[in-house]
């Protein structure tokens, strides 16, 4: 008994000793969350914190969209045409898609050379099923997404079950399946599709009703506010710093200005593009699942340490083949909006720049390519800065040559960007 008099007299003393100490413990609260807290002087502080760590972002980007933007239309007047932009939106979907399965990749800091082939092989069995077979085009779809889908798994077994290396299993499977695609549309190596048909009007359909474009930007400005509002309630419920109802609404504003200038540019061309609207409920439905889910945060903890991730109790194989198998399947559906632009499936599907533009658009977008950074939306933001450019030397009539030249010191600049925030994000400890 005396022992544990004696034991409780010291913690007391203890407790009576160091008051402060005990409540900094129990109170201490990382500062860069009281920030959502601080308003506008919160985020200028922020923002200079950020910009001090190399901690970018996807400022460069935008900028770049805005000085693409401005020296084009300067250069010609029917850059920012509703018609030019439109067509820049749906041009930039085929591509966008193949992007965001890389950013999974990315985000392991690996990479798929694969994709470029097996979206032209997608697209090849989809037009035989459809065409030479008779299935309905939407059962023909679904069958060459899960090909797609099949054959990412397949070469994450080969990476993460197997131990060869991603690069060589992706090198080969560009091989393989550029072959595979070759041989299944045959002597012809075309495959005409019905432009009007469920793959053909994935890039020709638009809601012409001009309620279509405007109520998508009301709908999508009011989920925002909702989703944001609610969830500063809960973090103030139970005492967890919250961003004020000032800063939501600013930031509905700024969303609801973005979106109802798309959907009045829409509106005095043809209307909404059904494309466009496929694109960002994919873009939605994957950052919801990078940010809100476990397995979304295996992913990103993959990315930073492999071992770390093993000992937290991680299943390591079977994240890196799922994350393989995302990016096939996002490969497959990028090939059918690329077959439905040219409503045909040909020898020429997967090949060219795509691979290229495909990886460059992620990593101009803000995805690092040593992983374990980027969002899905990374996708969104480079891809438009790649057909942004090559729409508007497109306009100017630049040869073919001078555009791969451009895009690729588009792409190395970015490249060097990420590797010099990185230094300075190791350098201010942060990386």
Same mark, same amino acid.
Request: proline share 2%; aromatic share 8%; with cysteine.
């Given at each position: 008994?005396?022992?544990?008099?004696?034991?409780?007299?010291?913690?007391?003393?203890?407790?009576?000793?160091?008051?402060?100490?005990?409540?900094?413990?129990?109170?201490?609260?990382?500062?860069?969350?009281?920030?959502?807290?601080?308003?506008?002087?919160?985020?200028?502080?922020?923002?200079?914190?950020?910009?001090?760590?190399?901690?970018?972002? /996807?400022?460069?980007?935008?900028?770049?969209?805005?000085?693409?933007?401005?020296?084009?239309?300067?250069?010609?007047?029917?850059?920012?045409?509703?018609?030019?932009?439109?067509?820049?939106?749906?041009?930039?979907?085929?591509?966008?898609?193949?992007?965001?399965?890389?950013?999974?990749?990315?985000?392991?800091?690996?990479?798929?050379?694969?994709?470029?082939?097996?979206?032209?092989?997608?697209?090849?069995?989809?037009?035989?099923?459809?065409?030479?077979?008779?299935?309905?085009?939407?059962?023909?779809?679904?069958?060459?997404?899960?090909?797609?889908?099949?054959?990412?798994?397949?070469?994450?077994?080969?990476?993460?079950?197997?131990?060869?290396?991603?690069?060589?299993?992706?090198?080969?499977?560009?091989?393989?399946?550029?072959?595979?695609?070759?041989?299944?549309?045959?002597?012809?190596?075309?495959?005409?599709?019905?432009?009007?048909?469920?793959?053909?009007?994935?890039?020709?359909?638009?809601?012409?009703?001009?309620?279509?474009?405007?109520?998508?930007?009301?709908?999508?400005?009011?989920?925002?506010?909702?989703?944001?509002?609610?969830?500063?309630?809960?973090?103030?419920?139970?005492?967890?710093?919250?961003?004020?109802?000032?800063?939501?609404?600013?930031?509905?504003?700024?969303?609801?200005?973005?979106?109802?200038?798309?959907?009045?540019?829409?509106?005095?061309?043809?209307?909404?593009?059904?494309?466009?609207?496929?694109?960002?409920?994919?873009?939605?439905?994957?950052?919801?699942?990078?940010?809100?889910? /476990?397995?979304?945060?295996?992913?990103?903890?993959?990315?930073?340490?492999?071992?770390?991730?093993?000992?937290?109790?991680?299943?390591?194989?079977?994240?890196?083949?799922?994350?393989?198998?995302?990016?096939?399947?996002?490969?497959?559906?990028?090939?059918?909006?690329?077959?439905?632009?040219?409503?045909?499936?040909?020898?020429?599907?997967?090949?060219?720049?795509?691979?290229?533009?495909?990886?460059?658009?992620?990593?101009?977008?803000?995805?690092?390519?040593?992983?374990?950074?980027?969002?899905?939306?990374?996708?969104?933001?480079?891809?438009?800065?790649?057909?942004?450019?090559?729409?508007?030397?497109?306009?100017?009539?630049?040869?073919?040559?001078?555009?791969?030249?451009?895009?690729?010191?588009?792409?190395?600049?970015?490249?060097?960007?990420? /590797?010099?925030?990185?230094?300075?994000?190791?350098?201010?400890?942060?990386?």
């Amino acid at each position: 008994m005396s022992a544990e008099k004696t034991s409780t007299t010291a913690q007391d003393e203890h407790a009576v000793e160091n008051p402060e100490a005990a409540a900094a413990a129990v109170t201490a609260v990382d500062p860069r969350l009281l920030v959502q807290e601080q308003g506008l002087a919160g985020y200028l502080g922020e923002f200079k914190r950020k910009m001090k760590a190399g901690e970018l972002g /996807s400022l460069p980007v935008i900028l770049g969209l805005i000085v693409i933007c401005v020296v084009f239309q300067s250069l010609n007047s029917a850059f920012l045409s509703a018609e030019n932009l439109s067509n820049i939106t749906i041009t930039m979907v085929g591509t966008g898609m193949i992007s965001v399965g890389i950013v999974f990749v990315l985000l392991l800091g690996e990479i798929d050379l694969s994709v470029g082939s097996v979206s032209g092989a997608s697209s090849a069995i989809a037009a035989v099923l459809a065409v030479n077979q008779g299935w309905p085009e939407w059962a023909a779809v679904i069958f060459a997404i899960a090909a797609g889908a099949a054959i990412g798994a397949a070469h994450g077994f080969f990476f993460a079950v197997l131990g060869a290396p991603a690069f060589a299993v992706t090198l080969a499977g560009l091989l393989f399946w550029l072959g595979f695609m070759l041989q299944t549309l045959g002597e012809n190596g075309t495959i005409n599709l019905d432009s009007d048909g469920f793959i053909g009007q994935l890039t020709t359909y638009h809601f012409t009703d001009v309620a279509a474009a405007y109520g998508l930007a009301a709908v999508v400005t009011a989920l925002f506010f909702i989703t944001s509002f609610l969830g500063n309630r809960r973090r103030e419920s139970v005492g967890i710093p919250f961003r004020p109802l000032s800063d939501t609404l600013l930031r509905t504003v700024l969303l609801g200005v973005v979106s109802f200038a798309a959907a009045i540019m829409y509106n005095q061309y043809k209307g909404l593009p059904l494309a466009t609207v496929i694109f960002l409920v994919f873009l939605v439905a994957t950052d919801f699942v990078l940010r809100r889910t /476990s397995y979304g945060r295996k992913v990103f903890a993959l990315g930073g340490s492999v071992e770390a991730s093993r000992r937290a109790g991680i299943n390591v194989t079977a994240v890196r083949i799922s994350v393989f198998a995302i990016s096939g399947g996002f490969a497959a559906i990028g090939g059918l909006f690329l077959a439905s632009k040219i409503a045909s499936a040909n020898q020429s599907a997967g090949t060219g720049d795509l691979l290229m533009n495909a990886i460059a658009a992620a990593v101009i977008g803000g995805t690092s390519l040593f992983g374990g950074r980027g969002r899905t939306w990374n996708a969104l933001l480079g891809v438009l800065v790649i057909v942004s450019i090559q729409y508007g030397l497109q306009l100017e009539s630049i040869a073919e040559p001078v555009k791969y030249m451009i895009t690729a010191g588009v792409l190395l600049t970015t490249v060097v960007i990420d /590797s010099i925030t990185r230094k300075t994000q190791k350098t201010a400890g942060r990386a």
